[in-house]
C-alpha cells in the first residue's frame, strides 16, 4: 500500500458550487415507470441532484468555489503557489484546465499549474499530488480543485446512471503549519480499468460509432456514455474499502469509530450502508449529501464537509474521509480540519464566456 505522511501540512479551507437547477429524479416517471423510478431511488438514495446548463463546465463550479474559498480566508492570490485541477470532465483535450483557473483566478506566474485525469479517488489522491508539492517545494499555499459534470457523460436512456449522478465543484486550500499533519493510504487495482470505462472519446477508439444501440447489458448508449459494471464496482467497494479503512485506523492504534466522522465517497446509499456495517462505524458518524446532490464523483466528500460542517463555528474536526472507484482505484486520508475552515455551498449558474470562443 502507498502509504503517506505530511508532517506540517494542513487542510486549512474548503469550499464547494453547485448548479442552481435542482433535478426531481420522479420527474423520470413518464420516461422509466414509477415503480422502476421508486426503486432506484429507495436502493442510490438519489432523490434530488444539482445540474449544470449545458455551457457549464466542472471548471465553473471549481473557480466560483475557489474564488469564495480566497475570499472568505483573506487570501492574496499571489500567496498560492500550485493549483491542481481533478476531473474527468475538463474543459478541453488541451490545454489543461488548471491554466484556464490559473487566469481566471488572477494567479501568479510563479505558480504551477496542472490537470489530473481521475474520478471517484480523485480528492484523496490529490490531497497527496497537492500535499506533496507543499512539502517539497518552496511554496506555502496550495489549491485543489475537483469537479465533474458527470450526467453528461452518461447515456440518457442508462436509468442507473442518469438518476445517480449530480454535478459540482470543489476547491481545497492546503497549506504549511509546523502543528499539522495529513496522513493516508492509497491504492490501485488496474485489473478493473474496465470496470467503468468510456471507450470513446480519447485517442484509443478514434472511429468509434456515436450512434446509441442497445447494449449486451439492456441499456441503449454509444462508445462515448459510461459504463459501468454495477457488480463488479459493488464487490469491490464492500470487500476492498473497508478493509483499508480497518487496517488504517488499526496501524495508527484506533478502530475506525473512533474519528469524529467517516467521510465517505457518496457513491449510492446501499454501499454507505454496507462499509458502515462492515467497519463498525454507525451511521449516524456518515454524514449523507447524495440524497439533495447525488454522486458528484470525487467533490462529494468536499460537498459532503461542507453540507454537514459549513454552518458550524469552531468545531476541531478528526476525520477520516475515504474516496473510491474508477481506475479500479480507492484511498484514505486523516486529516484535522476546523469547521471555521468549511464553508457552506455556493449555488450559482455563473460560466467564463471567452472560454466558448471558436478559435481561427
Request: glycine letters at 10%; hydrophobic letters at 40%.
Amino acid at each position: 500500500m502507498a502509504g503517506f505522511v505530511l508532517e506540517g501540512i494542513g487542510i486549512k479551507g474548503i469550499s464547494c458550487a453547485v448548479p442552481k437547477k435542482v433535478f426531481d429524479n420522479t420527474e423520470f416517471y413518464d420516461k422509466f415507470g414509477k415503480e422502476a423510478v421508486d426503486s432506484t431511488i429507495k436502493m442510490t438514495g438519489v432523490r434530488y441532484s444539482h445540474r449544470a446548463p449545458d455551457e457549464q463546465t466542472a471548471s465553473d463550479l471549481c473557480f466560483v468555489a475557489a474564488r469564495n474559498l480566497i475570499e472568505k480566508k483573506g487570501i492574496d492570490p499571489a500567496e498560492i503557489g500550485a493549483v491542481v485541477f481533478i476531473s474527468q470532465t475538463p474543459d478541453y483535450r488541451l490545454p489543461a484546465t488548471a491554466c484556464v483557473l490559473h487566469k481566471r483566478l488572477g494567479l501568479s506566474k510563479n505558480c504551477m499549474a496542472f490537470d489530473v485525469n481521475l474520478g471517484c479517488s480523485g480528492w484523496v489522491y490529490g490531497v497527496n499530488i497537492v500535499g506533496s508539492l507543499l512539502k517539497t517545494g518552496a511554496i506555502d499555499k496550495a489549491l485543489l480543485l475537483f469537479g465533474d459534470t458527470s450526467v453528461r457523460t452518461v447515456s440518457p436512456e442508462d436509468r442507473g446512471a442518469v438518476m445517480l449522478f449530480g454535478e459540482g465543484g470543489s476547491a481545497t486550500l492546503l497549506a504549511k503549519d509546523e502543528n499539522d499533519s495529513i496522513s493516508g493510504e492509497l491504492m490501485t487495482d488496474g485489473e478493473g480499468f474496465k470496470s467503468i470505462i468510456m471507450p470513446a472519446g480519447g485517442f484509443r477508439n478514434p472511429n468509434a460509432s456515436t450512434e446509441r444501440v442497445e447494449q449486451p447489458d439492456g441499456v441503449v448508449r454509444s462508445a462515448y456514455d459510461g459504463y459501468m459494471n454495477g457488480t463488479d464496482v459493488f464487490s469491490f467497494t464492500i470487500t476492498q474499502v473497508p478493509k483499508l479503512i480497518k487496517n488504517f485506523s488499526e496501524k495508527n492504534g484506533k478502530t475506525p469509530d473512533q474519528y469524529d466522522a467517516l467521510i465517505l465517497h457518496q457513491a449510492n446509499l446501499y454501499i454507505l450502508q454496507q462499509i458502515s456495517r462492515k467497519t463498525k462505524v454507525p451511521m449516524e458518524k456518515i454524514p449523507v449529501s447524495l440524497d439533495r446532490y447525488g454522486n458528484t464523483s470525487g467533490t462529494s466528500i468536499p460537498i459532503t464537509l461542507c453540507d454537514a460542517y459549513g454552518d458550524k463555528s469552531n468545531e476541531n474536526l478528526h476525520l477520516l474521509l475515504s474516496g473510491f472507484g474508477i481506475g479500479l482505484s480507492w484511498g484514505v486520508v486523516e486529516a484535522n480540519i476546523n469547521s471555521d475552515d468549511i464553508f457552506p455551498i455556493v449555488v450559482t449558474n455563473e460560466i467564463f464566456t471567452e472560454g466558448t470562443e471558436v478559435f481561427d
